[in-house]
């Protein structure tokens, strides 16, 4: 991956992710992309992207039909899956929906998961695919979920930007294991809801200036009280 260069003519791309880990550190970010000081990499969750591949497919049958998912009938979602030509490229590994920001030699895409449309006002409507395994119902309420929200409101600012009418409300496909069954038979069954959440991008262009002068300044970012990384670091630093 390029290091940030201020003098280059060229686009410095900056996926939705990376926009994710400015937000949550400032530091860790700065020391990513302009001094070159990667985080250590996580576990690929590969059930997880089994179950959005799975979602994908299947999803993907009624698209451009005149039959329904039955999950948006059962939750009785006025929207179908949306039928375009670039549905494949804006959720493809270093394609996705982007956009150039000339004022700020800036060039942000991300990769959707579902885009459907709203069959009442036609507008587009962001939906993204999340899985786990817990008991009791899941939420999109916990502290630690507004990165999920910062996500479906970077997409809605990019579709926005790319000039499509894009509705307010998102949803979430959240898909949680039942692990009491008492059988496994080589099974993993889910419980599945479909979360509502009124985005708001208004943050996205103002954030985007900021991580524009962070990348210009000299200055290294302190270091943030809740970021993990720099607090191992601060630990660390106690026996050196």
């Known amino acids: 991956m390029p290091l940030y260069d201020p003098r280059s003519d060229k686009p410095y791309k900056l996926s939705r992710s990376r926009i994710e880990n400015f937000s949550k550190c400032k530091r860790c970010f700065y020391l990513e992309e302009k001094l070159g000081v990667k985080k250590p990499d996580s576990f690929p969750f590969n059930l997880n ?22 999950y948006l009938i059962e939750s009785s979602i006025d929207a179908k899956p949306y039928d375009h030509p670039d549905i494949e490229i804006w959720r493809t590994r270093n394609q996705g929906i982007g956009i150039e920001l000339k004022e700020l030699n800036l060039y942000i895409y991300g990769l ?23 008991k009791g119902d899941v939420t999109i309420d916990a502290p630690w979920q507004i990165s999920y929200k910062r996500q479906i409101e970077i997409y809605q600012w990019l579709f ?17 294991g039942i692990k009491d069954s008492k059988v496994f038979d080589n099974c993993l069954n889910f ?4 979360l509502p959440y009124k985005a708001n991008d208004s943050w996205v262009t103002p954030a985007l200036k900021e991580i524009k002068n962070c990348l210009n300044s000299d200055e290294l970012p302190e270091e943030s009280d809740r970021c993990d990384y720099c607090a191992y670091n601060r630990k660390i630093k106690l026996f050196g």
């Not at 926005?160 to 949680?176: A, H, I, K, P, W």
């Not at 419980?191 to 479909?194: A, L, W, Y």
């Open 49 to 70: 992207n089994a179950v959005d591949q799975l979602l994908k497919d299947e999803f993907d049958s009624y698209r451009g039909t005149e039959n329904n998912h039955p």
């Open 191 to 194: 419980e599945v809801k479909i």
């Open 160 to 176: 926005r930007q790319n000039g499509f009418d894009v509705d307010d409300m998102s949803y979430f496909v959240y898909c949680n």
């Open 112 to 134: 959707v998961d579902d885009v459907w449309i709203n069959t009442k006002n036609d507008k587009l409507i962001i939906a993204d695919y999340k899985a786990t395994s817990k």
